[in-house]
């Protein structure tokens, strides 16, 4: 069974990418494991106000950190062919042995609509993701044995490839699933999952899932990576903590589906219609770090190994040396 990792998660949607690098190397010096980098075109908000170019501050954080990173996640599809997220990660993992796994999600409308193609349903996105991750596997096989693959799919297309340069271990692969399906067929194909802060009656089901996914292929999921980043918001009293929500992540209380909206001004729209009651189980909202460390614990004892913890608010600094000091080093597994 893997051991517990708490991580920060960097959120390159509200920092800077500079700001973000340093951030994550302070979240290190106080007790954090390993560094959780979003991809975004754009941020779901104009107040958050970001998005710079993953793979770039990955390589940057490689330089300035000792422990795991990846993306959480990019989309191998639609602005990246499964290629190019698969020669990116081969060489970052060439460049930082055995500190980086490969988060790939399905896409949201508000990063993946840029390139203007069409924009499917649900159940065709998850497919052509499956399609890329089958794709990914392939070459990171074929090009550790020095050979081209090809492929033709129903949604991709490779014509005599190989990567040349391949570290010796390829990075594990972890897909974002946010529904029971997905997460067993996760289990079925793949290292890992990645999910987000949600009730634990939906964050369970999930688990299980995935670990019934490992079972149809002969894996035991105990030793399958399950990913958890964990929306908080942290600060000196209740008022300034929900306020922080409030502003800046209206859109982790949103609890209709947002795959297929594609402007920032459109969700700061419908941030007008969020109500603090409505950051329930999906964003731990307190000043008292026991709290949250409560809330972490529970979803640890939900089977969770890796927990990467993002803090909603602007006051990062305060937030890393408070749950550096009151928060991780009283975690369990």
Not at 63 to 86: C, K, L, N
Not at 180 to 209: F, Q, S, W, Y
Request: net charge negative; aromatic share 8%.
């Amino acid at each position: 069974m893997p051991d517990l990792t708490v991580g920060y998660a960097a959120m390159l949607e509200q920092f800077a990418p500079g700001e973000a690098v340093t951030l994550a190397a302070l979240a290190e010096q106080h007790g954090f494991s390993g560094t959780m980098v979003s991809d975004h075109f754009q941020p779901w908000t104009p107040q958050q106000g970001e998005a710079s170019f993953v793979w770039s501050v990955l390589a940057a954080l490689g330089e300035r950190t000792t422990g795991d990173i990846g993306p959480g996640a990019t989309t191998p599809s639609f602005r990246w062919h499964p290629a190019m997220v698969a020669q990116a990660a081969a060489t970052l993992s060439a460049m930082y042995p055995g500190r980086h796994w490969l988060g790939l999600g399905s896409g949201d409308a508000v990063s993946e609509h840029v390139t203007g193609t069409y924009w499917p349903e649900a159940p065709e996105r998850i497919n052509r993701m499956f399609e890329a991750i089958d794709l990914i596997k392939k070459l990171f096989v074929a090009s550790k044995a020095g050979k081209d693959v090809r492929h033709r799919g129903q949604h991709f297309m490779l014509e005599s490839a190989r990567l040349w340069t391949m570290p010796d271990v390829p990075p594990p692969i972890l897909v974002a699933t946010a529904g029971p399906v997905t997460a067993r067929r996760a289990g079925k194909t793949v290292d890992g999952m990645i999910t987000e802060g949600a009730p634990l009656d939906r964050l369970g089901v999930l688990v299980e899932r995935f670990a019934a996914g490992a079972k149809e292929s002969g894996r035991d999921a105990d030793h399958l990576t399950k990913l958890l980043r964990l929306h908080v918001s942290w600060a000196p009293t209740e008022a300034v903590a929900l306020a922080n929500a409030m502003r800046e992540w209206p859109n982790g209380a949103m609890k209709f589906a947002r795959s297929d909206i594609r402007s920032p001004f459109e969700f700061e729209q419908l941030a007008r219609l969020v109500r603090p009651e409505d950051f329930e189980g999906r964003v731990v909202i307190s000043s008292d770090p026991d709290v949250h460390r409560a809330a972490i614990q529970r979803c640890v004892d939900l089977g969770f190994d890796r927990v990467y913890l993002h803090n909603v608010g602007r006051n990062q600094k305060e937030f890393v040396e408070v749950f550096g000091r009151d928060v991780i080093p009283h975690l369990h597994r």
